[in-house]
């Protein structure tokens, strides 16, 4: 059964940093998509960040530009998102979401298959 598991989240003020992961068990996607995702209450599942195939190619959604890294540790079967220069509207719900593939629609929510159980992320002001 394939499984991710999201953790790292947590309260942090505006400036701060969090590093998220994401580890998968179940099979792995060393070659395929994973990505990352957040929602806010009542509104649609956002992109944040992807990283794609065996040479790790990567993709950020412009608003985190600059300010948010993702990495990938094939050897444990783990994602990361270190976000830096948090802001108070990075707050949201954070997703890992993956895919044994490699995708060129890495950016919408219904190309993922694997989801985690979410992650709370809260910047003060």
């Known amino acids: 059964q394939v499984q991710l598991v999201d953790s790292g989240g947590g309260l942090v003020q505006a400036g701060g940093a969090l590093r998220l992961s994401c580890a998968a068990s179940?099979?792995?996607?060393?070659?395929?998509?994973m990505a990352w995702f957040r929602q806010a209450p009542g509104k649609e599942r956002e992109f944040v960040a992807a990283?794609?195939?065996?040479?790790?190619?990567?993709s950020y959604a412009s608003s985190v530009k600059g300010r948010f890294t993702i990495s990938r540790d094939n050897a444990r079967n783990t994602m990361y998102l270190q976000m830096n220069s948090l802001k108070p509207e990075d707050t949201d719900v954070y997703y890992c979401a993956a895919v044994p593939y490699y995708s060129s629609t890495y950016n919408y929510p219904g190309t993922f298959d694997y989801w985690g159980q979410g992650t709370q992320v809260t910047v003060s002001s």
């Open positions: 990283i794609r195939g065996s040479g790790g190619s990567t």
């Open positions: 179940g099979r792995t996607f060393s070659s395929g998509t």
